[in-house]
């Protein structure tokens, strides 16, 4: 079946420094990565949609200069978060699918980021 | 705007107890797909179901079933004979046809099964 792999699953990082999470689809081509964040206890909350060869469209009240994200190729999106802060702290989650609407989506196995 | 509401925060039965899980969800379209995820303390997202709005046949699947009621916009799960193992968050989620397709997530229903 199809897989998405999402690398690291954890980070430490220090407070100021930036931190890349890469997610990839290995069998299939994502022309969407969707990134997801989630708080302890919290539901998972959309950041941002990416699709390959174009700007990624933030949910409102994501900063995009934190939230960089890249979808260079379709096979791989990466969000890196700039000068963390330890509010940063959290799950965050790749998907993945492919151009349809009625196409599958497929989850990473997330990214447990905190910043010391 | 799509949203999806899971009311019940946290359940706690006992092993082998009977549990349901409510999902109830706004949309203005007509094609539109439910899912049900289980989230384990490891944190990855486990897929358990995927209904299109055109399909209302209840489905059962081992332990698990599930009951789909345009009518009343819900979406609801129920664990059969529950097990220790079933300890999870349980989420809900809404993808409409139209606008953008990523998922939309209920808050969660954390299941505790006591042994």
């Known amino acids: 079946g199809a897989v998405v792999s999402q690398h690291p699953s954890r980070v430490i990082c220090k407070s100021g420094t930036s931190v890349k999470i890469e997610c990839r689809s290995l069998?299939?081509?994502?022309?969407?990565m969707f990134w997801y964040r989630q708080f302890p206890k919290q539901s998972l909350m959309l950041m941002a949609t990416?699709?390959?060869?174009?700007?990624?469209?933030?949910e409102q009240g994501v900063e995009k200069d934190k939230f960089l994200i890249n979808h260079a190729s379709l096979t791989l999106s990466t969000l890196t978060v700039t000068s963390a802060h330890p509010e940063d702290s959290s799950f965050y989650i790749c998907?993945?699918?492919?151009?349809?609407?009625?196409?599958?989506?497929?989850f990473g196995n997330g990214t447990r980021l905190t910043v010391t | 705007a799509q949203k999806v509401t899971q009311a019940q925060t946290e359940i706690s039965v006992v092993e082998k107890e009977d549990v349901t899980l409510d999902c109830v969800y706004e949309?203005?379209?007509?094609?539109?797909?439910l899912f049900w995820y289980k989230q384990p303390p490891s944190g990855e997202l486990v897929f358990l179901i995927r209904?299109?709005?055109?399909?209302?046949q209840n489905e059962i699947s081992g332990r698990y079933s599930w009951n789909f009621q345009k009518s009343t916009s819900s979406f609801n799960f129920t664990i059969t004979a529950s097990q220790v193992v079933d300890s999870a968050v349980y989420f809900c989620?809404?993808?409409?046809?139209?606008?953008?397709?990523?998922?939309?997530f209920g808050s969660g229903t954390r299941l505790q099964v006591q042994p």
């Open positions: 998907s993945a699918t492919t151009g349809t609407h009625n196409s599958p989506l497929h």
């Open positions: 069998d299939f081509q994502a022309t969407t």
């Open positions: 990416s699709n390959e060869g174009s700007k990624a469209t933030y």
């Open positions: 949309t203005r379209d007509t094609t539109y797909y």
């Open positions: 209904r299109n709005s055109f399909d209302e």
């Open positions: 989620a809404l993808k409409e046809d139209t606008g953008r397709r990523a998922l939309t």
